[in-house]
């Protein structure tokens, strides 16, 4: 059985094109790179996001959980460099957010979701979340 609170995150499930722009990293603010995701169940207690973009850093492999005790959604993150973090999460009224605060930097994702659209950007902070450069905006757009 499905558990009720991670139901509300089926709107993120199905096949995804995604646009990664303003990156501080790429040659120019506009240089868009494309890739794509997809978001599923994984059994009745997890959502899972495998996200490419073919590019350094380009494999993602996330999987979403809920403590129920906590009230509160835990995103597991993995990239191909071997990097493993853990993000609080949060969903409701059209907003998605993922946090981490961790030793070596703050970072979050801020996206507002629509049926069909997903618009956010990552954002890293250096001095412990009192200041924020944005990393880059990040755009799903559903596949079919």
């Known amino acids: 059985m499905r558990n009720e609170a991670l139901e509300q ?5 199905g096949d995804w094109k995604m646009t990664m722009t303003g990156a501080w990293f790429l040659d120019s603010l506009e240089t ?5 995701a997809t978001i599923g169940w994984l059994g009745d207690a997890f959502i899972e996001v495998r996200a490419t973009f073919g590019m350094d850093q380009g494999d993602w492999h996330w999987v979403i959980g809920r403590s129920d005790p906590q009230e509160r ?3 597991l993150y993995h990239d191909e460099r071997g990097v493993c ?8 009224d ?6 981490r605060e961790d030793p070596d930097f703050h ?3 801020i996206a507002n979701v629509e049926a069909d659209r997903i618009v956010g950007r990552w954002e890293a902070s250096e001095d412990f979340g009192t200041t924020w450069r ?3 905006d990040l755009i799903f757009e559903r596949r079919g």
């Open 94 to 99: 059209g907003e998605w957010t993922l946090v």
């Open 134 to 136: 944005k990393d880059f």
């Open 9 to 13: 995150l089926d709107v993120l499930t």
């Open 85 to 92: 973090r853990v993000f609080d999460m949060s969903f409701a």
């Open 73 to 75: 959604f835990v995103l």
């Open 32 to 36: 868009e790179h494309d890739g794509s």
């Open 107 to 109: 970072q979050r994702f």
